[in-house]
């Protein structure tokens, strides 16, 4: 996200929890302008917000419980009334909106309800399964594994980052033309047969999509998520996504792996 908004030419501010932490020093050498804030309370947000030309956020449920997620939105959108912030690009889940029964996607939808109850100038981006999903896993795939909760066969919609950075800065540089939209995300759909190909081609050796039932899962969120994924999948419209905003230069999986799997 960074990188795109900085190669775009935006001067950024990023809102963080310690200004005096080495995530923090490394922004400020970067030229970005830093604002001390909290999600959580809200603490800092308004005043974080205040002159400028729109924000980028997102919530999550990952520290504390989808409450927490749908708490944390409140406070967002809280802040961004009261410094009257003039464009938010709110990342969400590609899905929420088609009652998933995903816990998280659900929490954000939430959210995203809030925010169309506001006079908030907003754009919804709603990301699928990110390609760096699969970094976590860097130990089996060495070891040639790529377990998955899902059938291998199955093609599963995803976002590289550095996609959703470039087209959220398409969207702050023509705010008018994408207020009131909601736009799901996704880059390729590989199936985890092929994912497993790829990677074994990237890294000169065989590795195997190992499929596991979601019931393994002990997180009932991630449980859940991974019996949506398995069963329906995320439902993006990627050739008219790619049609609608070409200059982002959407990844492939295969181009990703080559980058991403040889640093």
């Known amino acids: ?10 001067p950024v501010r990023a809102v963080v929890r310690d200004a005096v932490s ?9 030229g970005v302008e830093l604002a001390v804030g909290d999600i959580v309370s809200g ?3 308004a005043e974080a917000f205040a002159g400028s030309a729109g924000a980028f956020a ?13 708490a944390q939105g409140t406070a967002l959108i809280q802040a961004a009334t009261s410094a009257s912030i003039p464009y938010l690009v709110f990342s969400s889940v590609a899905s929420a909106d088609r009652q998933s029964g995903v816990p998280h996607f659900d929490s954000k939808f939430e959210v995203e309800k809030m925010l169309a109850d506001t006079d908030i100038p907003h754009t919804i981006v709603g990301p699928a399964y990110f390609f760096d999903n699969l970094l976590g896993g860097a ?27 470039r087209l959220v800065a398409e969207l702050f540089a023509a705010p ?22 790829i990677i074994g081609e990237v890294l000169g050796t065989a590795v195997t999509a190992e499929s596991y039932d979601p019931e393994r899962i002990e997180s009932e969120d991630m449980r859940a998520m991974f019996t949506f994924l398995s069963e329906r999948g995320y439902e ?3 050739p008219t996504l ?5 200059d982002v230069g959407w990844q492939s999986f295969a181009t990703w792996a080559a980058e991403a799997l040889r640093r």
């Open 43 to 45: 603490a800092g947000l």
């Open 242 to 246: 790619h049609r609608r905003f070409p």
């Open 236 to 238: 993006v419209d990627i």
């Open 176 to 197: 008018d033309v994408h207020v009131g939209q909601r736009i799901d995300l996704a880059s390729d759909q590989p199936t985890p047969a092929e994912m497993a190909r």
């Open 139 to 165: 130990d089996a795939l060495a070891a040639g594994v790529m377990p998955i909760a899902m059938p291998a066969d199955k093609p599963l919609q995803q976002l590289s980052r550095r996609d959703l950075g």
């Open 22 to 30: 080495s995530k923090a020093a490394r922004l400020a050498d970067r």
């Open 1 to 10: 996200m960074l990188d795109a908004l900085l190669e775009a030419g935006f």
């Open 58 to 70: 997102l919530t999550t449920p990952f520290e504390s419980g989808v409450e927490a997620e749908i």
